[in-house]
């Protein structure tokens, strides 16, 4: 169902409703709030139902302390005078009818958009560049072919205490534009396989079990160079969901706690992570679960194991500040002194804000590639301009599809 508000309710504000009803779609769409901060709730009830062009409305309307009731339905009341302080985004507005006719070019109208209501229509001749169409009158001049002038993201949290304001201009396509492009040069990336890669990763989702395997390299600082193969096996049942994931013969290196080449015959490196049951103490934080990261080291004397087991929940791995340590130190097995270089990072506190910048620095020389002979992805992303943290280095993936 459409949610709708209605900036202004003057004689055109109140028809729209009236004309909801008297054409039957009133239950078909769900008005949300009106915005008028020229009326109290009790004034807009009684202009409703008493108009003196239209005439009385035939049906119930009353006030009641944050709005009005018309025919059973509560419709919430504002009075804001800054369409762009409407809590449209909170309320999921689609459509907002704007009826002040104060609001009429795009740039003033956006004001609605950018409080996060999906579409504006405005009751006013429109100024500017904007049409103003009236239905079986000159609708004729809607051929279609209308673009979409912008691009924006508005308040979009990207963490607890950071929004993402963005606004990318559309324009015209110009082929000649692209003459100066040299294909040739490495500092392009090609991404017109993301749309198969989406695919691929669309189509998992229809499947209740499924596997992932990535080739994994990750450098940090200038001493840590961790080339590994990651399977995942992925199971999904309704709310429950369990993770598994498997490095064999991780971290065979002199970053290794306790590897040496003689003894050390191999090392495993597993991660679980299970959906918490019904009853459990720790699902009232939310949706998450717990990690389990287990070690198996094999020695070639007798073959004899040494396993390592740790528990942890989700919340106390994102929100402990710890996170690089679960995974260097007690997923991948990297030695203590290796740690104490890298010192304690936390990725939360402790990263670099950085401006967007030129976006090419986040990829590495691999870039983003796509080798169709073997249906693989070749991405290469600098860590340390990506999340700002100067210890990470680089992360190269390989991922593989299969039909």
Do not use: C
Not at 124 to 131: E, T
Not at 137 to 148: C, M, R, S, Y
Not at 220 to 238: E, G, H, R
């Amino acid at each position: 169902m459409v949610n709708v508000a209605i900036n202004g309710f003057g004689r055109i504000g109140r028809n729209t409703l009236r004309a909801a009803i008297r054409e039957g779609i009133f239950d078909k769409i769900n008005y949300v709030a009106i915005n008028d901060p020229g009326l109290k709730p009790e004034d807009a009830a009684r202009i409703f139902k008493y108009d003196s062009v239209m005439g009385k409305f035939d049906g119930e309307v009353e006030a009641y302390e944050e709005g009005i009731i018309v025919n059973g339905k509560k419709i919430k009341f504002y009075a804001e005078k800054d369409p762009a302080n409407l809590p449209w985004r909170d309320l999921d507005i689609d459509v907002v009818f704007e009826s002040t006719g104060l609001f009429t070019s795009e740039e003033t109208a956006m004001a609605h958009i950018n409080a996060g209501a999906k579409h504006v229509i405005i009751s006013a001749p429109a100024k500017g560049d904007l049409k103003t169409v009236v239905y079986n009158v000159n609708h004729d001049i809607l051929t279609g072919d209308e673009k979409i002038k912008s691009l924006d993201i508005i308040n979009t949290p990207i963490s607890s205490d950071k929004l993402l304001n963005l606004s990318i201009a559309l324009t015209e396509y110009n082929s000649s534009n692209t003459s100066s492009i040299n294909r040739n040069d490495n500092n392009f990336i090609d991404f017109s396989s993301i749309s198969l890669l989406l695919k691929f990763g669309i189509n998992t989702t229809t499947n209740n079990y499924y596997h992932l395997t990535a080739d994994v390299d990750i450098s940090a600082i200038s001493v840590i160079n961790l080339p590994f193969t990651l399977d995942v096996y992925i199971v999904v049942k309704d709310e429950y969901v369990k993770i598994y994931g498997v490095i064999d013969d991780a971290m065979i290196s002199s970053l290794a706690q306790d590897y040496t080449p003689l003894f050390t015959k191999s090392i495993k490196s597993e991660f679980t992570f299970e959906t918490y049951e019904d009853g459990d103490s720790n699902k009232e934080d939310g949706v998450g679960g717990y990690f389990h990261f287990k070690t198996t080291k094999v020695s070639r004397i007798g073959s004899s194991k040494t396993i390592k087991h740790y528990k942890t929940t989700s919340k106390n791995l994102i929100e402990g500040g710890d996170i690089l340590t679960y995974l260097l130190e007690d997923f991948l097995l990297v030695r203590s002194s290796i740690m104490d270089l890298i010192g304690v990072v936390n990725l939360v506190d402790e990263a670099k804000e950085k401006d967007a910048g030129d976006f090419a620095n986040i990829f590495t020389e691999t870039g983003f590639s796509y080798d169709s002979t073997k249906t693989r992805w070749d991405i290469g992303l600098n860590l340390d301009e990506l999340t700002g943290i100067d210890a990470l280095k680089t992360l190269e993936l390989s991922l593989y599809g299969s039909q």
